[in-house]
Each structure stands twice: as structure tokens, then as C-alpha cells.
């Protein structure tokens, strides 16, 4: 944890995102007496920002929590230097909320909040699972739910954390570098890094299985967790994304009284992508 402080960088991403940042993402850890919310932004080449960590305070059977939740997950717009914004609950980004021990609280949210990009997740019992499985239905209500293999997702995000820079804030950094902002307090690091690995063998072969200490506070690694795995879901485009942000920035300078041009209607139809992501 300590190794990790002394990287923290500074960027701010309310008020502006790093220009690396493609699309965001947010993973939700449920307790019995409060939520924690990891916001993430990613882009090219696997690498990944830290951008906000938020403690919602409230019991999962009381309707006031999941109203705080979507309030504070509602007021995450983030401007980019292309001029584009991006937002949770819009097109492009995903949040996956924990659903292991209080589904019955959990599904009925992400089920009314499924439009907007909302998806309930569990663990899967599987020690060599993927990070993300295929996507099952429950009962009632007919919620969305993913299953997760969190063993290979924090073999993922130990293995990243052990990145680092070649030279102090330069530009090139290794494929899936971890970038961690003030966000990232001693007592997150704590519970980002407190797991240990357990080698086990699954038919014949050796895999690691994660341990949380007793005692220790593991949600903001089961939040990036989450987080990852909605990347995945997304499979983004990157190509795609930052055309369409290019283009939204055009539109936005063509609007200025000061710089507007006559433009040409494209009449070509749809090509199915929105965004870099599949209609």
C-alpha cells in the first residue's frame, strides 16, 4: 500500500478526465450497513484510472440507500479535453452491483435500472472462472446477473498494481497500468492490496485462489472487481469511441456562433455502432 501512495497522481476528474480515459465504468460492493462505489475509467491498451470512491451509508433493505446510491452514481459526469462528457447511466459505460448476500434487495434496483446500463453480479463458485460468465436471468424480478470469476479478475489486478512507471511522470506507460488519484486513500490501499493468493489444484491444474485476512476491509478490490468485470461487458471499441467523441467535439465548435460552417447532411444509414459499442 505504502508503494502505491507514493504514485498517486493529481488529476481531477470532475473537472477534467485524463484524455486517456475512454469509458467508465462502476462497481458496487453491498454491506449489511452501507454501500462502497468504485467509478473507473479505462481506455487503450488496458489501462485503467481510478477515478472516485464513495461509502453510502445506509442498510440494504432500506429504500433511502439505493436512493443515495443512484444519486451519487447519477451526479458522475466527467468533462474530457475533447470536449466530449462522460457519464454512468449513459450509452457506453456499465455498473455492476453486487448481488452475493442481498439479492433480494439488489435485484429489484438493477432490474429498474437495467436500460440505463445497470447489471446485478455474482461470485462464481468456480476457483478458474473467467472474469465474466454468461449472463442468467432470476426469476422474479427478471434481473440481469453476471457471474464473476474473482480469482482470475485479482490475478488481473495484483498483477497490474505491479506495474510501473519507467520515468516519473512520463507519458508511456506499460500495457494495463494502474493510475491512482487522491481518491485512493491510505485506508482504500489498505483494502485494495490486503488479499493474499492460495495455490489450489483444479483438475490437474494450479490455480490461485484469494484470501481476505481476518478482519481486513477488502471492498475496494471487490468494487475494481466489479468495475473490470463491466469493462469487459462493454467491450469497447476504442477505435470507434474516439471517433464518436471527435465528432460530438465537432458538433459542439460547429454550434459556437464564432466558428460555425455550413455542413453537409450525411444521409449514409447507420452503420450499427453507437459510440463503439454494438446497437
Sequence with gaps: ANALLDRIEDYKPREE???????????????????????????????SWLLEHQMIQGAPDDPATWSDLEKFLGSCSYPHPSGATLALFQPGSRIFVDAGHWDQHVLPWTFSKQLLGVAAVQGSPTVNA????????????????????????????????????????????????????RAAT?????????????EEIFRGESFTRYVCPTGKRNEPLDCFVYAL???????????????????????????DPQTKKRTVRNSRKSSGFIGGFKR
Design 17 to 47: 478526465l485524463p484524455g486517456g480515459v475512454l469509458i467508465i465504468t462502476a462497481g458496487v460492493d453491498v454491506q449489511k450497513r452501507y454501500l462502497e462505489v468504485s467509478v473507473w475509467g479505462w481506455g487503450e491498451n488496458k489501462e
Design 229 to 255: 468485470a463491466a469493462r469487459v461487458a462493454v467491450n469497447p471499441r476504442f477505435d470507434r469511441v474516439k471517433e464518436n467523441m471527435d465528432r460530438k467535439s465537432t458538433k459542439t465548435r460547429s454550434k
Design 186 to 198: 491510505h485506508q482504500y490501499l489498505d483494502g485494495l492490496t490486503c488479499e493474499f493468493g492460495k
Design 130 to 181: 473467467p472474469v465474466l460468465g454468461k449472463i442468467r436471468y432470476a426469476s422474479s424480478p427478471k434481473a440481469r446477473i453476471y457471474p464473476v470469476g474473482v480469482n482470475q479478475a485479482k490475478d488481473i489486478i495484483y498483477s497490474r498494481l505491479s506495474l510501473s512507471l519507467s520515468a516519473k511522470d512520463s507519458a508511456d506507460v506499460a500495457p494495463g497500468y494502474v493510475h491512482l488519484n
